[in-house]
């Protein structure tokens, strides 16, 4: 096809329309590329390799490439990326193919990332011909391992490298149901080149999905239900804990309905999305990465703690009561427990519990709701019930440099009368910088606490919600844009509006602390910490390189006059469908509880 041919077949959107192909005979990858097609899965990021070449053709020629659309990334990391950010927001599968073992490996820190954040992802690959006299030389043998899985095994939820197409048929199905059951994660199936490029003389049937759906989420015995809702209603001072919970609108209702039943106050988590709205009189404190003073104080007032799908119950209580057992009656609700194994500590300390329920959080919550609207006796008040307000920090003098704070207000100004999705925000965040009054409101961070990964996941999000009204929103740290810019392409290919703010402190300012950390110990020159972490010689065109790919690139902004005047360029390019990038520099300076954590320090 010549150039020309190829603009041609691109549509709006990015849909890539392939020529038409006359059916000729039925191959092994046709059958499992039915199957995608039979999940409903809309979409396939992947960055193309040899070893599924089978598969991509089925795709491309069998299915006209859709459902699944290709997506078609420069590094496979970003292809899982992409899968979790859109996951983030749906909390479904995406599809996404990686090519042998060098493209798993290439995508293995992503998986860590949705294996540590509970989010699902279907990811196939494939392997040479398991068959070594069906092997090319050199390059097969290179590409071809006996035990593929083995490379993420200890961060996925299952993986299978299926013997025969109607296996391989069963191994996507089931890969799909495990990835969707809770607690959500990836699943893995390697798929033989050979069998791939096999002819079919009576393709198998592929089997109706509707039978093969996930299991209902588990909801608690009604002893149990019982036993929850007595501690909560004859305690004085009952606290919720809202952890790894739903983007849907009906639970969100339901956790609202079940503190105000309970009077409870509530805590949420930034490293995860929205869950309870910020403005309401029960909610607590403001929510950071570690937990904050407030927090801590609340939870010691507590009386009787519901923690639902709560990240790290066991060092929030050490926290916040420190050596001393808690003085509260704890509630745990999670299954998470099923996914522990003995290599990925993710699963954190082992917390001291008075009720362990082992159930799906969102199904709890609304058992309990049933149960605690029976409740008569009305709810003592806690102390403090003012509602917090978001942070609005003043505006600087003109020439003045840009804080995080005031990037996050005039975020919040510039883009005043959209709803906004904030699908990440950096290390420097601080829950109070931005309102939750939605369940898409925020999405909290990627599990894995690595870098890179804010891009991929941005443009994923983004893609997710594209039809929804609302503007997609990521702020992300210059360290965190450099290592997955390549992502943007992506986005930019396919048409789909995204603003990025890169809060440009132009250091792994994170690592400063630690190494302020250190010497503090060692008794050594703190002024010596920001060697080898700050990028000031040459600096980076961050802008440039949004727009090398395909992006509208702005700034970079120094001074907070500038701020204002440039948002609205790049609100205005996303609304006219554009991926924008606005490089904004930012004074290096961490959350109270965030440089407390790293230094050790008490927050003032």
Known sequence: MSPSDDRRVNEPQGIERPLPSEARGHWGSDSIADVLRALDIPYIALNPGSSYRGLHDSIVNHLGNERPQMLLCLHEESAVAIAHGWAKVTGQPMAVAVHANVGLMHASMAVFNAYSDRVPILLLGATGPVDPVKRRPWIDWLHTAKDQGALIRHYSKWDDQPASIPAAIEAVLRAYQIADTTPKGPTYVCLDADLQERKLDTPPPVPDPARFRPPAPAVPPPAQIDAIVGKLFDAERPLILMGRVSRLEAAWRARVELAEALGAVVLTDMKLGGSFPTGHPLYGAPSSTFLGSRSAELLR???????????????????????????????????????????????????????????????????????????????????????????????????????????????????????????????????????????????????????????????????ALRDSGRLPLAILGDGDFLMGVTALWTGVHYRVPLLILIANNRSFYNDELHQERVARERGRPIANKWIGQRMNGPDIDLAGLARAQGAAGFGPVRRWGELGAVLGEARRAVEAGALAVVDVWVEPGYDSAVTAAMLKQPEK
């Open 301 to 463: 007032q507590a009386d009787a703690v519901l923690s639902l799908e709560w990240i790290d119950l066991a060092g929030t209580l050490k926290t916040s009561w420190g050596d001393r057992p808690p003085g509260s009656a704890v509630l745990h609700v999670s299954r998470d427990q099923q996914l522990h194994n003995g290599w990925n500590l993710d699963y954190q300390g082992l917390p001291p519990t008075d009720l362990y329920v082992m159930a799906d959080a969102d199904a709890t919550v609304e058992a309990l709701g049933a149960a605690a609207r029976l409740g008569s006796r009305a709810r003592p008040a806690w102390p403090d019930r003012s509602p917090i307000a978001s942070r609005r920090p003043p505006a600087g003098a003109s020439e003045a440099p840009i804080t995080v704070a005031q990037l996050a207000g005039a975020a919040q100004e510039g883009l005043a009368g959209r709803d906004v999705c904030l699908i990440r925000a950096p290390l420097s965040w601080s829950g109070e910088l931005w309102p939750v009054r939605h369940p898409l409101d925020v999405l909290g961070g990627d599990g894995g606490a690595g870098i890179g990964s804010g891009p991929g996941m941005a443009v994923g999000a983004a893609l």
